[in-house]
């Protein structure tokens, strides 16, 4: 069992001048207690399930980059970003940058989008769903072709790249693991089994159904089912215990999950809870393996 941990806010005590060294911290401790991967959200806003809009919130591959400078082991990646956020040539160059930088530990994550609020705040293009959607198959073949080292021109109904050069190349092989995010159920997880090696769905009682679906998608692509990392983000209410950890592992682990993402709330320390929690749970195998 893999477990990792989302820092999806930054409001720390101190203000402005605490984020860097109290991200810092939690990476490191993250790293030292063997987890698996530290992810933070793709949002220029805070999310309103998380906190306030005006809350601070780091642009992602930043502060993943100050991470990986900070860390030797644990992987890092986003949850998840949204496809309408960065031309993808220039996303695949700069996940290409953080896993050369790291050593061969970067994530794709991304989704289709859908925090308007911040899109039309900040002035990027929010398109209809439909067309995000288009996007995100288009983003992921040309993370596919850029990855290979195909530098042939890639003439999509939305993107035109004359020549995809992806240099230095990636050094995880044969490419950084891509994870989408959400479980739709008609285009999302049909795209995890055509393009991705791993999925994140939500902690519920949809669970279950939502690896039902990837499986019939995956029978339909011709995937092997297994080969997908399936992943899940939980949450941990008030003040979390090991055995509290251990439990929600152990029932993600029963439901086929191979890594469960604790999603750290406000006022909680989980990197240090969740080392332990992993020692005691390390031999759990998920359903089906």
């Not at 820092?7 to 911290?25: D, K, L, N």
């Not at 398109?127 to 198959?137: D, G, K, N, T």
């Amino acid at each position: 069992m893999r477990i990792g941990l989302q820092v999806p806010s930054f409001t720390f005590p101190g203000g402005s001048e605490q984020i860097g060294p109290t991200f810092g911290r939690i990476a490191r401790e993250a790293d030292a207690a063997g987890l698996h991967s530290l992810w933070v959200m793709d949002h220029f806003f805070q999310i309103q399930v998380v906190g306030p809009t005006d809350e601070p919130m780091l642009e992602s591959y930043s502060a993943l980059a100050y991470a990986a400078a900070l860390t030797k082991r644990i992987t890092l990646g986003t949850m998840v970003t949204g496809v309408t956020y960065r031309h993808p040539g220039l996303l695949i160059k700069t996940v290409t940058t953080l896993d050369v930088l790291s050593g061969g530990r970067a994530w794709l994550g991304i989704g289709a989008a859908w925090n308007e609020e911040e899109s039309r705040g900040l002035g990027v293009a929010f398109p209809p769903v439909a067309e995000r959607f288009e996007r995100l198959e288009e983003t992921l073949r040309i993370a596919h072709q850029m990855w290979k080292g195909d530098e042939s021109a890639f003439n999509g109904e939305h993107y035109h790249l004359e020549r995809p050069l992806n240099s230095p190349p990636a050094v995880r092989r044969p490419h950084p693991p891509i994870l989408v995010g959400g479980g739709g159920e008609k285009k999302t997880l049909r795209f995890v089994a055509r393009y991705a090696d791993a999925c994140n769905l939500f902690d519920g009682d949809e669970l279950p159904h939502k690896l039902d679906v990837l499986r019939e998608h995956c029978e339909r692509e011709s995937r092997d089912y297994a080969d997908i990392e399936k992943t899940s983000l939980t949450f941990l209410p008030g003040a979390p215990s090991v055995d509290q950890s251990v439990d929600t592992i152990g029932r993600l682990a029963e439901r086929g999950i191979d890594q469960v993402i604790f999603s750290q709330g406000a006022g909680q320390d989980l990197a240090g809870i969740l080392g332990e929690a992993l020692a005691q749970t390390g031999k759990i195998v998920p359903a089906g393996r």
